[in-house]
């Protein structure tokens, strides 16, 4: 399956942003999507993923209650609602694919896509 992440920007302290991650070449419903981040001169980390029909979430806790992902299988797409950002949220966002359970491990993730950046002035 292909990835494309798109709607990253600039944004202040407060707004907010969708992230969207457009999937072709497979069912996309046989995949269970994640989003991850990378901050400049840090790891990736796990933000939040979605089961395959979207009735499970994971987050994490630096972003519960702030994020929201969600999933439209008619349109082979996975979103990722950020509200109240914050400076620390500032990363790259990678959005990605596994044919098994939700999980919050990166390297359990086959497929990936592209990234895009988000920062969050303050």
């Known amino acids: 399956v292909q990835l494309q992440a798109s709607g990253g920007g600039l944004v202040q302290t407060g707004g907010s942003l969708r992230l969207s991650c457009a999937a072709s070449g497979r069912t996309f419903s046989r995949y269970s999507m994640g989003w991850f981040r990378q901050a400049p001169g840090k790891d990736r980390e796990f933000v939040a993923a979605?089961?395959?029909?979207?009735?499970?979430?994971d987050y994490a806790d630096s972003v519960k209650g702030r994020f929201t992902i969600s999933r439209d299988n008619a349109k082979n797409t996975v979103y990722l609602q950020m509200n109240s950002l914050k400076p620390e949220d500032t990363a790259v966002y990678y959005c990605?694919?596994?044919?098994?359970?939700?999980?919050?491990?990166?390297?359990?993730?086959?497929?990936w896509g592209q990234g895009t950046l988000v920062t969050v002035s303050s």
């Open positions: 979605t089961s395959k029909i979207g009735t499970g979430t």
């Open positions: 990605a694919a596994r044919d098994r359970w939700v999980s919050t491990a990166e390297k359990e993730y086959d497929f």
